[in-house]
């Protein structure tokens, strides 16, 4: 049993606990990415986890990224993240003046939800499916193609 509950100390500070980030948002990349300045005047970029937005070059690339900009640019932002991604930013839960930007996207119809991303129970799929049914946003075009294959369409030439 001593080695049961060692074991398990050993193993608590490598569980992956969610940290928070708050600051004011100053920059819009793109509708899944975003810049903050903490308290600190320390920027952060930001991806918005679950949710892949058309890129820029891409049909309602530009859309998507005002639809975020109406949502945080220059409001308060808490994120909620676990993990950087290669680039060095930081994935996690937006909360901009206490909207929910991640689920927001979606409902707007400026973002897909990513199913590599995203556990297959999360809400996100029945608001997408929503904006969907209702040909909200980028879905008023029946051939709008997801960001990952438009990448690697692109990638592929």
């Given at each position: 049993m001593p ?17 928070t980030?708050?600051?004011k948002?100053i920059?819009?990349?793109?509708g ?11 920027e ?8 892949d937005?058309?890129?820029m070059k891409?049909?309602?690339g530009?859309q998507?990224r005002q639809?975020?900009s109406?949502?945080?640019l ?15 930013r930081?994935?996690?839960q937006v909360?901009?003046a206490?909207v929910n930007?991640?689920a927001e ?11 590599r991303f995203t556990?297959?129970?999360?809400p996100l799929y029945e608001?997408?499916a929503y ?5 909200i ?7 709008s ?9 692109k990638?592929?030439?």
């Open positions: 080695r049961l509950i060692a074991f398990l100390l050993f193993l608590a500070p490598c569980a992956a606990a969610a940290e980030i708050e600051g948002v920059r819009i990349a793109s899944d990415t975003l810049t903050i300045l903490d308290a600190r005047k320390r952060h970029t930001v991806r918005l986890a679950e949710i937005a058309p890129e891409q049909a309602f530009a998507s639809s975020l109406a949502l945080c220059n409001k308060a932002a808490q994120i909620e993240w676990r993990e950087q991604d290669p680039n060095g930081y994935i996690g909360l901009c206490g930007a991640n996207q979606v409902r707007r119809g400026f973002a897909w939800v990513s199913p556990n297959p129970g999360s608001i997408e904006a969907r049914f209702r040909e946003g980028l879905w008023a075009d029946p051939h193609i997801p960001p990952w294959e438009w990448r690697a369409r990638a592929a030439r």
